[in-house]
C-alpha cells in the first residue's frame, strides 16, 4: 500500500515536471527568486499586455559586449541577466548567494540551481567561466577590460563544484568586482562559443566581435533575462516577448515578467517621440526641459510627470580649461587656480537653469549628482562653492597681471607671461546641434566679454570635438564645453579625475608624473585607495576627493538638471523608470492596469 | 508728318521692363530690401546675438506699439514689461504691459555699440527705446526667441550674411563658369573637348549630395589658401567655395554656346582683321553682347543658390553659429518644434522673408528675361 | 539611326563610368578630409587599446589610398561595397535592402513623379486653353467682357413681350434665368480665382524652399490642426506605429495615403510649380503655330486640336525637364525623409555623413551620381527619339 503511495507520488511528481518542462508558458526553476513586496511600488500585478517605449535608433548589435550605445542597450539590457544586482552587487540574482572571504581576495558565488536560458537551455557554470574566461577576458575581445583591471591585472574566475564560482584577485577589492558583477552579462556558450577561436578553431580570432549583430535571427539571441527578442526590422521596430523560462516569481508565485510584450519602435526624431506620447502612442516617454509646456497643455489625464526632486543625470555637464594648450600665454593662464575659480564666478548658474532647463535643475560646484549616494555629501559639507559674482571675478583676474592696456575692452597678457601684449582670448569648442549648449557657452561668454576675457564659441561636430579633447595627447583644444557620463560610483570617476585616467582631459601631461600639481598628487592617492575600502573610510576618501576638486577647480561645472520622466498612469504600474534613453529599470515588475491592450 | 522717334536699346528694354508690374514691383522691392540689408547693424536696433535675460520667448511687440494714450494722440511709445511664469503652465512665460512705465521710441537713438561692417565703431541705431539692456523697455519688433536674442535684429543681419554668401557664390561661379566656358569656346580644339568633358562630368555629380559631404570634410584647424582667418569665417569661406564648385557648370556650358556662336560673327572677323588680340576681342566684342544674358543668369541664380543655403544651414551642414542666417534660424524652430510651433509660432517669421526674397528675384528675373529677350513678342498685355 | 542612337548610348555610358570613378576618388578624399573617423567618437567610452583594436578591425589604421584600393577592389571582384560600421552589415544590404529603402525610394520618387504630372500638365493645360485670345491670363477687362457677353444672352428675360402664359409663369421663368445668369456670373468668377490661384502656385511653388513646405506643413498638422490630438492621426514616417508591421489592409493603406501626402508636397511642389508654367508656355507658343492655324481651318473640332496636335508637340520640350528634376526629387527627398523621417537611402545617406560611416557615404554617392547620370541619359535618348531632328553629337 505504501509502495504504491509512493509510487503513484513519484509518478504524480514525475508528472508534474515534465508537465513544467513541456508547459507553454515556460517553467519555473525550483528556485526562482522571490521579490519581495516593498520592490512592488503598486502591488501586485497582472500578467498580460505590452508597453511600447519609442527607442533613440536602432541597435546596433545584440552583442552586450561590443555594445556602446543607448540605443542597443535598451534592447540587450532587457535580455540578459548578471550574477548579482542591485547596489553595491547587494542582492543575489543568478547567483542566489555570495561571500567574501575575510582576505577581501577572493568572492565565492553560489549559482542558482536548475537556471534555463530563454530558449529552454540550463545556465551552468560553464556558462559563466565561458563569460569571463573566453569572452571578456579574451584578448581578441574588444570588452571593456579596463573596468577588470585591479592592480593592472584581470581576475581569475575558476570553479569548486557544479554551482560554485569564484573569482580572485591580486590585491583586496572587493567592492569593484561586487559592483562589476552587477552589470556583467552571463552569456550562453551553447550558443557563442562556435565564435570564440580558442573554442572553434575554424573561426579566425576577433569573430566574437562580429557575433550577434543585427542580422542575426532572433532564436539564436538567447540570454537571461526577463524578455528574449522575439523581432527586429530594421528601421522600424524591436519586439520583445515575455521570456518563459524567467527565474523571478512575485510575492504570489506569478513568475514574472508580467508583460507579454515590450515594444520599442524606432524614432529618432525627438520632436516625433514627443508628439507620440501626447497622442496615446507610447506608453513611456523621457522629456528634456523644453518639453514640458506641451505635455502641460496638451496631455489628456492619465499622464504622469515626474519631476526629480534631487538632480540626478547621471553624468558631469561642465567648462573645462586644457592645461596643456599649445598656446604658452594660455597655458600659464589655465594653470593658475584663481584663473579657473574666477571664470566659475562668471558662471550665472542660476540664470542659466532659468532661462534654458525652465528651472529644473541643479547649480553643480563639484562632480556628481546631488541623488548620488557617494557625492551627495557635497552639499552637507559645505565645500567652497563659486557663486556668480562678476566683481569677485573681476578681483581675481586683476590679480593675474591681465589688464585692458589698449582700451578695447579686452583684456591683455601682462609681462610675467611668455608673450606680453596679446590679447586673453581663447577659443570654446561646443557640440554643435544642440541648441541648449550652445546657448548656455553663449551666455557665459556674453558675461566674459564683460571681464575682458574673450571666449570664441566654436560649435564642432561630436566626431572632431571628441578627437581633439582625447585624441591625442597632449589634447588639441583651449576651452571645451562637454559632459561626461558618470555612473554614479567613484571609480568610474577616476577615469577623469586620476592622472593616468584616459579622460583627464584637462591636464594629459600629468599622466607624465612631471610637473603635476600637489593636489593631483593627492587625488592621484586618494583614488587608488578608495577602490579598496568600503563604508565610512571610502565616505571620508570621497568627501575629501570632492573637497579637493571644489577648492581647485579643474573643471568649471554647471547644472545637472533633474530627472524627468513622464508616463501614462493610469496605464502602467510598478513603473520604476528609465535609464539612458529608453532602458526600462525594472522591467519585470512593470505591468499593465488596463491588459485589454 | 510725324516726326520719327529713334529709342535706344536700353531705353526699349526699359520701356518693356517697366510693362511688366508684377517684375518691376519686384525689382524695387529687391533694391529697397538690399538697402535695408547694407544698413542691417545700423537699422537693426539690438545686436544679433544679444541675449536679453530678462525676456526669452517675448511675442512680437508689433501689436504693443501705442499711439494713443489717456492725452489721446502722442508719438509712438510702448509700455515695459512685467514676466511672470504662466500660472497654468510652467514651462511659459507671460508678458504683460506695465501701463506705469512707458517708453517713447525715437529715431537716431544711441544703443548698444557695435562695429559697422567690422570698420567703425558706433552705437547709433535707427530707431529704438534707446533704454540699456537692464531695462522692462524694449522694442522687440518680431518678439524674441528663447535665449532672449531679438528676431528682427536676426533677421536683418543673417539676412545680410545670407545674401553676402549667395553674391559671392555667384561671382565666383560666373568667374570659374565664363572663363573655362570661354576657354572651351573661343579656344577649340583639344582644349575645347577636354574642357567640355570636365564640364559634363562636373554636371554629372549629384548636387546636394557632394555638397554635404564637402561641407561635413571642413578642417577644423590649419590654414586656408596660407590665410588663417577665424573659424566661422573660414566656415563661411568654405561653403561659398563649395556652393560655387557645384553651380559653375551649367553655366559654363551656356558660356561655351554662346563663345562658339559668337566668335563666328562678322565683327569678330572685322575685329581680327584689324589686329585684334584674342582678349581684347573677348572682352570688347564678346562679352558685351552676353551682358543680358549675364545678367538674367545671375538674377535667376539668386533664388537657387540662396534656397541652396539654406537647406545646408537648416540641415546643420551650413552656417552656424556665432553666424546667423535665414535656414539657421529656421533650424532653431525646427530643432524642438512641437514647443515651438505650439507657443513661439512668430520663429516662423524668417521663413516669409526667405519666401518674399526668393519670390521678388524670382519675378524680377522673370521680368527682365522677358524684357531683354529680342523674340518675345510683346502685345502689351502680355505677360 | 539605331545605330547612331547605340554609339550615343554606348558613349555616354563610358562617361557614367568614368564619372563614377572620379566621384568615389571625390567620396573618398572627402573622407579622408573628415578629421578623426569613425571610431573617434567613442574615444569618451572606450579606452585608446580598444580604439586601436577596433581601428584593426575595420581597417581604418591603414593608409588612405590602401583603403580605397581594398574598397575598389571589392567592389569589382565581388559587388562587396564595403561595411557599414555603425551597422555591422554590408553596406549594400544597408542602404538599399534594409526596411526595403530601395523600394520605398523608387516608390516616393515615381509617386511623385506620377503626382507631379498627373496634377500639372491638366492645369497647365487648362491655363493655356482657357484664356481670352491666348493671353494664358484673365484681366479685369476679360472678365467684365464675359459677364456683360454673358449678360446679353440672358437680356432678352427682361424684355416684354406678348406671352400666353400666366402672370406666375412669367416670373417663375424670370428668376430661372436670372438664376441662370447668376450661376454663369459665379463660374466665371470661379474660373477667374482659378486661374488665378494657379497661377499664383506656379509662382509660389518655385519660391517656397522644400523645407519650409515641410514647416509649414508640421505648423499646420501640429499647432494648428493638432491632428494627433484631435483625429488621432500620426506624423511622421509611412506608417503610424501600429500599422507598420501590420500585413496590408484597408486600414493600412489609408493611414498611408495620410503619411504620404505631406511628402508628395513636399518633394513635388517645385516640381508641380515649374510644370505647370512650362506647359502653358509651350502650349501656349504652339497653339500659335501655323499649322493649327491649319488645322483650325480644317474644320477639326477646337478638343481635337488641342489635344491631339497641341499638346503633343508642346510635351517634347518637357522630356528634357527629366534630367532636371531627377536632382530636384532627390534633394527634396533628402528634406522629406529628414523631416518626416522616411526609410530611404537619402535619409541612410545623411546618417552615414553624421557619423563618418565612410563606406556607406562613398557606396551613396556612386549610386547618386549613377542615378543622376543615367536619367540624364534618359532624358536626352527620349528627346532624340521624340524630335528626330535633334543630332547627337
Same mark, same amino acid.
Given at each position: 500500500?505504501?509502495?504504491?503511495?509512493?509510487?503513484?507520488?513519484?509518478?504524480?511528481?514525475?508528472?508534474?515536471?515534465?508537465?513544467?518542462?513541456?508547459?507553454?508558458?515556460?517553467?519555473?526553476?525550483?528556485?526562482?527568486?522571490?521579490?519581495?513586496?516593498?520592490?512592488?511600488?503598486?502591488?501586485?500585478?497582472?500578467?498580460? @499586455?505590452?508597453? &511600447?517605449?519609442?527607442?533613440?535608433?536602432?541597435? $546596433?548589435?545584440?552583442?552586450?559586449?561590443?555594445?556602446?550605445?543607448?540605443?542597443?542597450?535598451?534592447?540587450?539590457?532587457?535580455?540578459?541577466?548578471?550574477?548579482?544586482?542591485?547596489?553595491?552587487?547587494?542582492?543575489?540574482?543568478?547567483?542566489?548567494?555570495?561571500?567574501?572571504?575575510?582576505?577581501?581576495?577572493?568572492?565565492?558565488?553560489?549559482?542558482?540551481?536548475?537556471?534555463?536560458?530563454?530558449?529552454?537551455?540550463?545556465?551552468?557554470?560553464?556558462?559563466?567561466?565561458?563569460?569571463?574566461?573566453?569572452?571578456?577576458?579574451?584578448?581578441?575581445?574588444?570588452?571593456?577590460?579596463?573596468?577588470?583591471?585591479?592592480?593592472?591585472? +584581470?581576475?581569475?574566475?575558476?570553479?569548486?563544484?557544479?554551482?560554485?564560482?569564484?573569482?580572485?584577485?591580486?590585491?583586496?577589492?572587493?567592492?569593484?568586482?561586487?559592483?562589476?558583477?552587477?552589470?556583467?552579462?552571463?552569456?550562453?556558450?551553447?550558443?557563442?562559443?562556435?565564435?570564440?577561436?580558442? +573554442?572553434?578553431?575554424?573561426?579566425?580570432?576577433?569573430?566574437?566581435?562580429?557575433?550577434?549583430?543585427?542580422?542575426?535571427?532572433?532564436?539564436?539571441?538567447?540570454?537571461?533575462?526577463?524578455?528574449?527578442?522575439?523581432?527586429?526590422?530594421?528601421?522600424?521596430?524591436? &519586439?520583445?516577448?515575455?521570456?518563459?523560462?524567467?527565474?523571478?516569481?512575485?510575492?504570489? @508565485?506569478?513568475?514574472?515578467?508580467?508583460?507579454?510584450?515590450?515594444?520599442?519602435?524606432?524614432?529618432?526624431?525627438?520632436? &516625433?517621440?514627443?508628439?507620440?506620447?501626447?497622442?496615446?502612442?507610447?506608453?513611456?516617454?523621457?522629456?528634456?526641459?523644453?518639453?514640458?509646456?506641451?505635455?502641460?497643455?496638451?496631455?489628456?489625464?492619465?499622464?504622469?510627470?515626474?519631476?526629480?526632486?534631487?538632480?540626478?543625470?547621471?553624468?558631469?555637464?561642465?567648462?573645462?580649461?586644457?592645461?596643456?594648450?599649445?598656446?604658452?600665454?594660455?597655458?600659464?593662464?589655465?594653470?593658475?587656480?584663481?584663473?579657473?575659480?574666477?571664470?566659475?564666478?562668471?558662471?550665472?548658474?542660476?540664470?542659466?537653469?532659468?532661462?534654458?532647463?525652465?528651472?529644473?535643475?541643479?547649480?553643480?560646484?563639484?562632480?556628481?549628482?546631488?541623488?548620488?549616494?557617494?557625492?551627495?555629501?557635497?552639499?552637507?559639507?559645505?565645500?567652497?562653492?563659486?557663486?556668480?559674482?562678476?566683481?569677485?571675478?573681476?578681483?581675481?583676474?586683476?590679480?593675474?597681471?591681465?589688464?585692458?592696456?589698449?582700451?578695447?575692452?579686452?583684456?591683455?597678457? !601682462?609681462?610675467?607671461?611668455?608673450?606680453?601684449?596679446?590679447?586673453?582670448?581663447?577659443?570654446?569648442?561646443?557640440?554643435?546641434?544642440?541648441?541648449?549648449?550652445?546657448?548656455?557657452?553663449?551666455?557665459?561668454?556674453?558675461?566674459?566679454?564683460?571681464?575682458?576675457?574673450?571666449?570664441?564659441?566654436?560649435?564642432?561636430?561630436?566626431?572632431?570635438? &571628441?578627437? $581633439?579633447?582625447?585624441?591625442?595627447?597632449?589634447?588639441?583644444?583651449?576651452?571645451?564645453?562637454?559632459?561626461? !557620463?558618470?555612473?554614479?560610483?567613484?571609480?568610474?570617476?577616476?577615469?577623469?579625475?586620476?592622472?593616468?585616467?584616459?579622460?583627464?582631459?584637462?591636464?594629459?601631461?600629468?599622466?607624465? @608624473?612631471?610637473?603635476?600639481?600637489?593636489?593631483?598628487?593627492?587625488?592621484? *592617492?586618494?583614488?587608488?585607495?578608495?577602490?579598496?575600502?568600503?563604508?565610512?573610510?571610502?565616505?571620508?576618501?570621497?568627501?575629501?576627493?570632492?573637497?579637493?576638486?571644489?577648492?581647485?577647480?579643474?573643471?568649471?561645472?554647471?547644472?545637472?538638471?533633474?530627472?524627468?520622466?513622464?508616463?501614462?498612469?493610469?496605464?502602467?504600474?510598478?513603473?520604476?523608470?528609465?535609464?539612458?534613453?529608453?532602458?526600462?529599470?525594472?522591467? *519585470?515588475?512593470?505591468?499593465?492596469?488596463?491588459?485589454?491592450? | 508728318?510725324?516726326?520719327?522717334?529713334?529709342? =535706344?536699346?536700353?531705353?526699349?528694354?526699359?520701356?518693356?521692363?517697366?510693362?511688366?508690374?508684377?517684375?518691376?514691383?519686384?525689382?524695387?522691392?529687391?533694391?529697397?530690401?538690399?538697402?535695408?540689408?547694407?544698413?542691417?547693424?545700423?537699422?537693426?536696433?539690438?545686436?544679433?546675438?544679444?541675449?536679453?535675460?530678462?525676456?526669452?520667448?517675448?511675442?512680437?511687440?508689433?501689436?504693443?506699439?501705442?499711439?494713443?494714450?489717456?492725452? #489721446?494722440?502722442?508719438?509712438?511709445?510702448?509700455?515695459?514689461?512685467?514676466?511672470?511664469?504662466?500660472?497654468?503652465?510652467?514651462?511659459?512665460?507671460?508678458?504683460?504691459?506695465?501701463?506705469?512705465?512707458?517708453?517713447?521710441?525715437?529715431?537716431?537713438?544711441?544703443?548698444?555699440?557695435?562695429?559697422?561692417?567690422?570698420?567703425?565703431?558706433?552705437?547709433?541705431?535707427?530707431?529704438?527705446? #534707446?533704454?540699456? /539692456?537692464?531695462?522692462?523697455?524694449?522694442?522687440?519688433?518680431?518678439?524674441?526667441?528663447?535665449?532672449?536674442?531679438?528676431?528682427?535684429?536676426?533677421?536683418? /543681419?543673417?539676412?545680410?550674411?545670407?545674401?553676402?554668401?549667395?553674391?559671392?557664390?555667384?561671382?565666383?561661379?560666373?568667374?570659374?563658369?565664363?572663363?573655362?566656358?570661354?576657354?572651351?569656346?573661343?579656344?577649340? #580644339?583639344?582644349?575645347?573637348?577636354?574642357?567640355?568633358? /570636365?564640364?559634363?562630368?562636373?554636371?554629372?555629380?549629384?548636387?546636394?549630395?557632394?555638397?554635404?559631404?564637402?561641407?561635413?570634410?571642413?578642417?577644423?584647424?590649419?590654414?586656408?589658401?596660407?590665410?588663417?582667418? =577665424?573659424?566661422?569665417?573660414?566656415?563661411? %569661406?568654405?561653403?561659398?567655395?563649395?556652393?560655387?564648385?557645384?553651380?559653375?557648370?551649367?553655366?559654363?556650358?551656356?558660356?561655351?554656346?554662346?563663345?562658339?556662336?559668337?566668335?563666328?560673327?562678322?565683327?569678330?572677323?572685322?575685329?581680327?582683321?584689324?589686329?585684334?588680340?584674342?582678349?581684347?576681342?573677348?572682352?570688347?566684342?564678346?562679352?558685351?553682347?552676353?551682358?543680358?544674358?549675364?545678367?538674367?543668369?545671375?538674377?535667376?541664380?539668386?533664388?537657387? /543658390?540662396?534656397?541652396?543655403?539654406?537647406? %545646408?544651414?537648416?540641415?546643420?551642414?551650413?552656417?552656424?553659429?556665432?553666424?546667423?542666417?535665414?535656414?539657421?534660424?529656421?533650424?532653431?524652430?525646427?530643432?524642438?518644434?512641437?514647443?515651438?510651433?505650439?507657443?513661439?509660432?512668430?520663429?516662423?517669421?524668417? #521663413?516669409?522673408? %526667405?519666401?518674399?526674397?526668393?519670390?521678388?528675384?524670382?519675378?524680377?528675373?522673370?521680368?527682365?528675361?522677358?524684357?531683354?529677350?529680342?523674340?518675345?513678342?510683346?502685345?502689351?498685355?502680355?505677360? | 539611326?539605331?545605330?547612331?542612337?547605340?554609339?550615343?548610348?554606348?558613349?555616354?555610358?563610358?562617361?557614367?563610368?568614368?564619372?563614377?570613378?572620379?566621384?568615389?576618388?571625390?567620396?573618398?578624399?572627402?573622407?579622408?578630409?573628415?578629421?578623426?573617423?569613425?571610431?573617434?567618437?567613442?574615444?569618451?567610452?572606450?579606452?585608446?587599446?580598444?580604439?586601436?583594436?577596433?581601428?584593426?578591425?575595420?581597417?581604418?589604421?591603414?593608409?588612405?589610398?590602401?583603403?580605397?584600393?581594398?574598397?575598389?577592389?571589392?567592389?569589382?571582384?565581388?559587388?562587396?561595397?564595403?561595411?557599414?560600421?555603425?551597422?555591422?552589415?554590408?553596406?549594400?544590404?544597408?542602404?538599399?535592402?534594409?526596411?526595403?529603402?530601395?523600394?520605398?525610394?523608387?516608390?516616393?520618387?515615381?509617386?511623385?513623379?506620377?503626382?507631379?504630372?498627373?496634377?500639372?500638365?491638366?492645369?497647365?493645360?487648362?491655363?493655356?486653353?482657357?484664356?481670352?485670345?491666348?493671353?494664358?491670363?484673365?484681366?479685369?477687362?476679360?472678365?467684365?467682357?464675359?459677364?456683360?457677353?454673358?449678360?446679353?444672352?440672358?437680356?432678352?428675360?427682361?424684355?416684354?413681350?406678348?406671352?400666353?402664359?400666366?402672370?406666375?409663369?412669367?416670373?417663375?421663368?424670370?428668376?430661372?434665368?436670372?438664376?441662370?445668369?447668376?450661376?454663369?456670373?459665379?463660374?466665371?468668377?470661379?474660373?477667374?480665382?482659378?486661374?488665378?490661384?494657379?497661377?499664383?502656385?506656379?509662382?509660389?511653388?518655385?519660391?517656397?524652399?522644400?523645407?519650409?513646405?515641410?514647416?509649414?506643413?508640421?505648423?499646420?498638422?501640429?499647432?494648428?490642426?493638432?491632428?494627433?490630438?484631435?483625429?488621432?492621426?500620426?506624423?511622421?514616417?509611412?506608417?503610424?506605429?501600429?500599422?507598420?508591421?501590420?500585413?496590408?489592409?484597408?486600414?493600412?493603406?489609408?493611414?498611408?495615403?495620410?503619411?504620404?501626402?505631406?511628402?508628395?508636397?513636399?518633394?513635388?511642389?517645385?516640381?508641380?510649380?515649374?510644370?505647370?508654367?512650362?506647359?502653358?508656355?509651350?502650349?501656349?507658343?504652339?497653339?500659335?503655330?501655323?499649322?493649327?492655324?491649319?488645322?483650325?481651318?480644317?474644320?477639326?473640332?477646337?478638343?481635337?486640336?488641342?489635344?491631339?496636335?497641341?499638346?503633343?508637340?508642346?510635351?517634347?520640350?518637357?522630356?528634357?525637364?527629366?534630367?532636371?528634376?531627377?536632382?530636384?526629387?532627390?534633394?527634396?527627398?533628402?528634406?522629406?525623409?529628414?523631416?518626416?523621417?522616411?526609410?530611404?537611402?537619402?535619409?541612410?545617406?545623411?546618417?552615414?555623413?553624421?557619423?563618418?560611416?565612410?563606406?556607406?557615404?562613398?557606396?551613396?554617392?556612386?549610386?547618386?551620381?549613377?542615378?543622376?547620370?543615367?536619367?540624364?541619359?534618359?532624358?536626352?535618348?527620349?528627346?532624340?527619339?521624340?524630335?528626330?531632328?535633334?543630332?547627337?553629337?
Amino acid at each position: 500500500m505504501k509502495r504504491l503511495f509512493c509510487l503513484s507520488f513519484g509518478l504524480l511528481f514525475a508528472l508534474a515536471l515534465s508537465f513544467a518542462a513541456f508547459a507553454q508558458d515556460g517553467s519555473l526553476i525550483p528556485n526562482p527568486k522571490v521579490l519581495s513586496e516593498d520592490l512592488f511600488p503598486d502591488g501586485i500585478g497582472t500578467r498580460g @499586455g505590452s508597453v &511600447v517605449i519609442d527607442n533613440v535608433d536602432n541597435p $546596433r548589435t545584440f552583442n552586450p559586449i561590443i555594445q556602446f550605445e543607448s540605443s542597443s542597450d535598451a534592447v540587450n539590457a532587457q535580455l540578459h541577466a548578471a550574477l548579482l544586482e542591485g547596489g553595491f552587487g547587494s542582492a543575489d540574482a543568478l547567483a542566489e548567494a555570495f561571500e567574501v572571504s575575510d582576505d577581501g581576495l577572493s568572492i565565492t558565488l553560489i549559482l542558482r540551481e536548475g537556471l534555463l536560458f530563454s530558449d529552454g537551455e540550463p545556465l551552468t557554470v560553464e556558462d559563466v567561466l565561458f563569460t569571463f574566461n573566453d569572452v571578456v577576458f579574451n584578448p581578441d575581445v574588444v570588452s571593456r577590460k579596463t573596468l577588470w583591471l585591479i592592480n593592472d591585472q +584581470l581576475p581569475t574566475v575558476s570553479t569548486q563544484d557544479e554551482r560554485t564560482v569564484v573569482v580572485t584577485t591580486s590585491v583586496p577589492a572587493p567592492l569593484v568586482i561586487l559592483i562589476n558583477l552587477t552589470v556583467q552579462e552571463i552569456l550562453p556558450k551553447h550558443k557563442l562559443a562556435q565564435f570564440v577561436h580558442a +573554442l572553434n578553431p575554424d573561426v579566425p580570432a576577433g569573430t566574437f566581435n562580429e557575433a550577434w549583430n543585427i542580422g542575426t535571427a532572433p532564436e539564436e539571441i538567447v540570454g537571461a533575462g526577463p524578455f528574449r527578442l522575439s523581432d527586429f526590422v530594421a528601421d522600424q521596430q524591436v &519586439v520583445l516577448a515575455r521570456n518563459p523560462f524567467y527565474w523571478k516569481i512575485d510575492p504570489e @508565485g506569478t513568475q514574472l515578467p508580467y508583460l507579454d510584450q515590450l515594444i520599442l519602435p524606432v524614432v529618432s526624431d525627438d520632436n &516625433v517621440r514627443l508628439l507620440r506620447f501626447i497622442n496615446e502612442e507610447t506608453d513611456i516617454f523621457g522629456p528634456a526641459p523644453e518639453d514640458l509646456p506641451v505635455l502641460q497643455q496638451r496631455s489628456a489625464d492619465g499622464i504622469r510627470l515626474i519631476v526629480g526632486t534631487q538632480a540626478g543625470t547621471s553624468g558631469d555637464n561642465f567648462f573645462t580649461f586644457n592645461q596643456d594648450a599649445a598656446n604658452p600665454n594660455l597655458r600659464q593662464l589655465f594653470r593658475d587656480v584663481r584663473f579657473r575659480q574666477a571664470m566659475s564666478r562668471a558662471l550665472d548658474r542660476q540664470t542659466i537653469i532659468d532661462i534654458f532647463r525652465n528651472g529644473l535643475a541643479e547649480a553643480r560646484f563639484g562632480p556628481g549628482m546631488g541623488a548620488n549616494f557617494w557625492f551627495g555629501v557635497q552639499d552637507d559639507l559645505n565645500f567652497p562653492r563659486q557663486d556668480f559674482n562678476l566683481d569677485e571675478a573681476q578681483t581675481l583676474l586683476d590679480a593675474l597681471d591681465l589688464t585692458d592696456s589698449d582700451g578695447d575692452g579686452i583684456r591683455e597678457f !601682462g609681462d610675467s607671461y611668455p608673450n606680453p601684449g596679446e590679447p586673453v582670448e581663447f577659443e570654446l569648442i561646443v557640440p554643435e546641434g544642440s541648441r541648449v549648449l550652445i546657448s548656455e557657452a553663449d551666455f557665459w561668454s556674453q558675461d566674459l566679454e564683460t571681464l575682458g576675457i574673450r571666449a570664441n564659441l566654436n560649435p564642432t561636430s561630436f566626431n572632431t570635438l &571628441v578627437g $581633439r579633447i582625447s585624441g591625442s595627447r597632449p589634447a588639441e583644444y583651449e576651452a571645451v564645453r562637454i559632459s561626461i !557620463g558618470g555612473g554614479g560610483d567613484p571609480n568610474f570617476s577616476a577615469d577623469v579625475y586620476a592622472s593616468r585616467g584616459p579622460l583627464h582631459i584637462y591636464k594629459f601631461s600629468d599622466a607624465s @608624473g612631471e610637473g603635476v600639481p600637489e593636489y593631483q598628487q593627492q587625488l592621484d *592617492e586618494l583614488f587608488a585607495r578608495q577602490a579598496v575600502t568600503d563604508g565610512d573610510e571610502r565616505f571620508q576618501i570621497v568627501a575629501e576627493i570632492q573637497r579637493l576638486l571644489a577648492e581647485n577647480v579643474p573643471l568649471i561645472w554647471i547644472a545637472n538638471g533633474v530627472g524627468l520622466l513622464s508616463f501614462r498612469e493610469d496605464r502602467l504600474g510598478n513603473f520604476a523608470g528609465v535609464s539612458l534613453d529608453a532602458t526600462v529599470i525594472a522591467s *519585470e515588475i512593470l505591468y499593465r492596469r488596463d491588459s485589454a491592450q | 508728318m510725324s516726326k520719327a522717334t529713334t529709342v =535706344s536699346l536700353r531705353a526699349l528694354i526699359w520701356r518693356r521692363f517697366r510693362r511688366r508690374r508684377v517684375g518691376f514691383i519686384s525689382g524695387i522691392l529687391i533694391l529697397a530690401f538690399s538697402l535695408v540689408l547694407l544698413a542691417a547693424d545700423f537699422i537693426a536696433p539690438y545686436e544679433y546675438n544679444q541675449q536679453h535675460r530678462r525676456a526669452p520667448s517675448v511675442p512680437p511687440m508689433l501689436g504693443r506699439i501705442h499711439l494713443f494714450d489717456e492725452g #489721446g494722440l502722442s508719438l509712438p511709445f510702448v509700455y515695459g514689461l512685467q514676466r511672470q511664469r504662466d500660472p497654468q503652465n510652467i514651462g511659459l512665460w507671460q508678458y504683460e504691459e506695465d501701463h506705469s512705465q512707458r517708453f517713447p521710441i525715437r529715431i537716431f537713438v544711441t544703443g548698444e555699440r557695435y562695429r559697422f561692417w567690422g570698420l567703425f565703431e558706433t552705437n547709433l541705431h535707427l530707431f529704438g527705446t #534707446g533704454n540699456g /539692456v537692464s531695462s522692462p523697455g524694449q522694442l522687440f519688433l518680431l518678439g524674441t526667441n528663447q535665449s532672449g536674442v531679438d528676431l528682427f535684429s536676426q533677421i536683418l /543681419v543673417g539676412g545680410r550674411l545670407s545674401m553676402l554668401l549667395v553674391a559671392l557664390v555667384i561671382l565666383i561661379s560666373f568667374f570659374i563658369g565664363i572663363l573655362i566656358g570661354g576657354l572651351s569656346g573661343y579656344a577649340g #580644339g583639344w582644349l575645347d573637348t577636354v574642357l567640355q568633358r /570636365v564640364i559634363e562630368i562636373t554636371m554629372g555629380l549629384p548636387r546636394l549630395a557632394l555638397l554635404l559631404a564637402l561641407v561635413a570634410a571642413i578642417p577644423a584647424e590649419g590654414s586656408l589658401l596660407g590665410l588663417n582667418p =577665424s573659424t566661422p569665417m573660414k566656415r563661411f %569661406l568654405v561653403i561659398a567655395g563649395v556652393l560655387a564648385l557645384v553651380n559653375w557648370a551649367p553655366l559654363a556650358r551656356v558660356i561655351r554656346g554662346q563663345f562658339l556662336a559668337l566668335r563666328e560673327e562678322d565683327y569678330v572677323f572685322a575685329a581680327k582683321a584689324t589686329g585684334a588680340g584674342g582678349a581684347r576681342i573677348i572682352l570688347r566684342h564678346i562679352l558685351p553682347n552676353m551682358m543680358s544674358y549675364l545678367v538674367v543668369s545671375a538674377t535667376l541664380a539668386v533664388p537657387s /543658390v540662396l534656397i541652396l543655403e539654406s537647406v %545646408l544651414s537648416f540641415l546643420g551642414f551650413g552656417i552656424n553659429t556665432p553666424m546667423i542666417s535665414w535656414g539657421l534660424l529656421l533650424k532653431q524652430v525646427y530643432d524642438g518644434f512641437v514647443t515651438n510651433l505650439s507657443f513661439y509660432p512668430w520663429l516662423l517669421i524668417p #521663413g516669409i522673408f %526667405l519666401f518674399a526674397t526668393v519670390l521678388a528675384f524670382n519675378l524680377f528675373g522673370d521680368a527682365l528675361r522677358d524684357a531683354l529677350d529680342p523674340f518675345t513678342v510683346d502685345a502689351g498685355s502680355q505677360m | 539611326m539605331l545605330n547612331l542612337m547605340l554609339i550615343f548610348i554606348a558613349r555616354r555610358l563610358f562617361y557614367t563610368l568614368f564619372i563614377l570613378v572620379i566621384l568615389s576618388l571625390i567620396a573618398f578624399w572627402v573622407m579622408q578630409l573628415q578629421p578623426g573617423d569613425f571610431i573617434t567618437k567613442h574615444a569618451l567610452q572606450l579606452s585608446q587599446e580598444t580604439m586601436a583594436q577596433l581601428r584593426q578591425r575595420y581597417g581604418l589604421d591603414q593608409s588612405g589610398w590602401v583603403q580605397y584600393a581594398k574598397w575598389i577592389g571589392g567592389i569589382l571582384t565581388r559587388g562587396d561595397f564595403g561595411m557599414s560600421f555603425e551597422t555591422q552589415q554590408p553596406v549594400f544590404d544597408h542602404l538599399f535592402v534594409n526596411g526595403n529603402r530601395f523600394g520605398w525610394t523608387v516608390l516616393l520618387t515615381g509617386l511623385t513623379f506620377l503626382f507631379s504630372w498627373l496634377l500639372a500638365l491638366p492645369l497647365g493645360i487648362y491655363l493655356a486653353t482657357s484664356a481670352y485670345r491666348g493671353t494664358g491670363r484673365w484681366r479685369w477687362r476679360t472678365l467684365i467682357r464675359a459677364v456683360a457677353r454673358t449678360a446679353r444672352r440672358f437680356a432678352h428675360v427682361f424684355e416684354q413681350q406678348p406671352d400666353a402664359r400666366s402672370c406666375r409663369a412669367r416670373w417663375q421663368q424670370r428668376i430661372q434665368d436670372t438664376l441662370a445668369l447668376l450661376g454663369q456670373l459665379l463660374g466665371a468668377g470661379l474660373r477667374w480665382l482659378f486661374v488665378l490661384l494657379v497661377n499664383g502656385l506656379g509662382i509660389v511653388g518655385l519660391s517656397l524652399p522644400n523645407f519650409l513646405t515641410a514647416l509649414l506643413i508640421l505648423w499646420l498638422l501640429v499647432a494648428v490642426f493638432q491632428v494627433g490630438a484631435n483625429f488621432g492621426l500620426g506624423i511622421s514616417g509611412l506608417f503610424d506605429v501600429k500599422y507598420r508591421t501590420a500585413p496590408w489592409n484597408w486600414d493600412k493603406f489609408v493611414n498611408f495615403l495620410w503619411h504620404l501626402w505631406p511628402v508628395l508636397l513636399v518633394v513635388g511642389l517645385a516640381n508641380i510649380a515649374q510644370l505647370i508654367r512650362y506647359t502653358r508656355a509651350n502650349l501656349l507658343d504652339v497653339l500659335g503655330e501655323p499649322f493649327i492655324q491649319t488645322a483650325r481651318a480644317k474644320g477639326l473640332g477646337e478638343r481635337v486640336v488641342v489635344y491631339k496636335h497641341a499638346v503633343r508637340n508642346a510635351l517634347n520640350p518637357l522630356i528634357s525637364l527629366l534630367g532636371f528634376w531627377i536632382p530636384m526629387m532627390f534633394e527634396g527627398l533628402l528634406i522629406a525623409a529628414f523631416v518626416f523621417q522616411l526609410p530611404v537611402v537619402e535619409f541612410a545617406y545623411w546618417r552615414a555623413l553624421a557619423t563618418e560611416d565612410q563606406y556607406v557615404v562613398m557606396t551613396g554617392l556612386l549610386f547618386f551620381g549613377l542615378v543622376l547620370t543615367l536619367g540624364n541619359l534618359l532624358s536626352d535618348v527620349l528627346l532624340a527619339l521624340a524630335n528626330p531632328k535633334i543630332r547627337y553629337e
